[in-house]
C-alpha cells in the first residue's frame, strides 16, 4: 500500500508538539524528557471536558494537533483510534467500586471504560459525524492501527486521520502491565497525488519477524520500547529528518515494513 502522509500530531515526555520535536528527533537539539501537561479540550462542552481522563485528552488533543497541521477540516477526514489498554484509571476505578461492599458503579466512569469513548468524545469535540474505528492489539496497537488507517486512505475517498495513545495505569495495573510515561501520536493519510505532504509511505507485511528498527538516543528508545504507542518513533524520526528510510515495526508474529519517500 501507498499513502501521502499529510500531517503529524505528537504529545510527549519532553515532546510537546511536532514542530518543536522535529529538531530533537534530528538529533540537532537535546532530549529533555520533562513530564506531559495536559490542556483541557477546550471543544468539548463543559460538561463533557469535566468527565475526561488524561488518556481522552491526550487522544484528542494529539488529533486536533495534526488536523490543523494538514489544513483539514473534523468533517473532511475519518479517524482510526488505536491504543493497547485505553483507560486503566477507569478500569481502576470500577475495579475498585466492585471490591467494595455497595459496588456502586459511577455511570460516567462506565461510560468511560468502553474502549471507543476518546472516538465519541472527538464526535462530541468537532461536530464530526464521519466513520471511526477503534482498535486494539495489545504491543503491537500502533501497527494495526496503521494498517487499518492506510487500507481506508487506499480505498476510501476521504483522508484518514490515525490518532495512537497509551497513559500508564496506576498500582496494582502498572506493575503487571508497566507503561513508560504517556504518549499520543497522529498522523493524517491520504491518496498520493491528492494534496500536499510531508512524505509518501509505502507500507508491506512481511510474514517473517525481523528485528524492530530501534532509535539512536538512548532515553527516545526507552520511550519506544516502553510504551506501546512509541513504536512509531522511528517513523516520526525519518519524517522529522526528511529522508528516505526503511523501518521495521513488530506485528505480532510478522513484521511491518515502512518506506518513506519524499512527498
Given at each position: 500500500?501507498?499513502?501521502?502522509?499529510?500531517?503529524?500530531?505528537?504529545?510527549?515526555?519532553?515532546?510537546?508538539?511536532?514542530?518543536?520535536?522535529?529538531?530533537?528527533?534530528?538529533?540537532?537539539?537535546?532530549?529533555?524528557?520533562?513530564?506531559?501537561?495536559?490542556?483541557?479540550?477546550?471543544?468539548?462542552?463543559?460538561?463533557?471536558?469535566?468527565?475526561?481522563?488524561?488518556?481522552?485528552?491526550?487522544?484528542?488533543?494529539?488529533?486536533?494537533?495534526?488536523?490543523?497541521?494538514?489544513?483539514?477540516?473534523?468533517?473532511?477526514?475519518?479517524?482510526?483510534?488505536?491504543?493497547?489498554?485505553?483507560?486503566?484509571?477507569?478500569?481502576?476505578?470500577?475495579?475498585?467500586?466492585?471490591?467494595?461492599?455497595?459496588?456502586?458503579?459511577?455511570?460516567?466512569?462506565?461510560?468511560?471504560?468502553?474502549?471507543?469513548?476518546?472516538?465519541?468524545?472527538?464526535?462530541?469535540?468537532?461536530?464530526?459525524?464521519?466513520?471511526?474505528?477503534?482498535?486494539?492489539?495489545?504491543?503491537?496497537?500502533?501497527?494495526?492501527?496503521?494498517?487499518?488507517?492506510?487500507?481506508?486512505?487506499?480505498?476510501?475517498?476521504?483522508?484518514?486521520?490515525?490518532?495512537?495513545?497509551?497513559?500508564?495505569?496506576?498500582?496494582?495495573?502498572?506493575?503487571?502491565?508497566?507503561?513508560?510515561?504517556?504518549?499520543?501520536?497522529?498522523?493524517?493519510?491520504?491518496?498520493?497525488?491528492?494534496?500536499?505532504?510531508?512524505?509518501?509511505?509505502e507500507v508491506e507485511l512481511n510474514p517473517r519477524a525481523q528485528n524492530p528498527?530501534?532509535?539512536?538516543?538512548?532515553?527516545?528508545e526507552t520511550l519506544r520500547s516502553g510504551n506501546p504507542t512509541g513504536r512509531?518513533?522511528?517513523?516520526?524520526?525519518?519524517?522529522?529528518?526528511?529522508?528516505?528510510?526503511?523501518?521495521?515495526?513488530?506485528?505480532?508474529?510478522?513484521?511491518?515494513?515502512?518506506?518513506?519517500?519524499?512527498?
Open positions: 500500500m501507498r499513502v501521502l502522509i499529510r500531517a503529524v500530531g505528537l504529545i510527549g515526555p519532553g515532546l510537546p508538539d511536532w514542530s518543536r520535536s522535529m529538531p530533537v528527533l534530528r538529533g540537532e537539539a537535546a532530549y529533555l524528557p520533562s513530564p506531559v501537561q495536559l490542556a483541557s479540550v477546550e471543544a468539548l462542552p463543559p460538561a463533557e471536558r469535566r468527565r475526561t481522563g488524561p488518556p481522552v485528552r491526550l487522544a484528542l488533543s494529539t488529533g486536533l494537533q495534526a488536523l490543523a497541521g494538514s489544513g483539514l477540516s473534523a468533517s473532511e477526514v475519518v479517524t482510526v483510534f488505536t491504543s493497547s489498554g485505553g483507560d486503566g484509571q477507569v478500569i481502576h476505578a470500577i475495579c475498585e467500586a466492585l471490591a467494595a461492599d455497595q459496588r456502586d458503579v459511577s455511570p460516567t466512569r462506565f461510560h468511560n471504560s468502553v474502549h471507543n469513548a476518546p472516538a465519541g468524545y472527538w464526535g462530541i469535540a468537532t461536530r464530526s459525524h464521519a466513520a471511526s474505528t477503534s482498535l486494539c492489539a495489545f504491543d503491537w496497537s500502533f501497527a494495526a492501527g496503521l494498517l487499518e488507517a492506510c487500507a481506508q486512505a487506499s480505498t476510501a475517498t476521504q483522508p484518514v486521520l490515525l490518532i495512537s495513545y497509551d497513559v500508564p495505569n496506576p498500582p496494582p495495573l502498572q506493575q503487571v502491565r508497566p507503561l513508560h510515561d504517556m504518549l499520543g501520536i497522529a498522523l493524517v493519510l491520504g491518496e498520493p497525488g491528492k494534496g500536499k505532504g510531508l512524505a509518501r509511505l528498527t530501534r532509535m539512536g538516543n538512548a532515553e527516545l512509531a518513533l522511528p517513523l516520526l524520526e525519518a519524517l522529522a529528518a526528511g529522508t528516505a528510510r526503511e523501518i521495521a515495526l513488530d506485528y505480532l508474529d510478522a513484521t511491518l515494513v515502512l518506506r518513506t519517500l519524499a512527498g
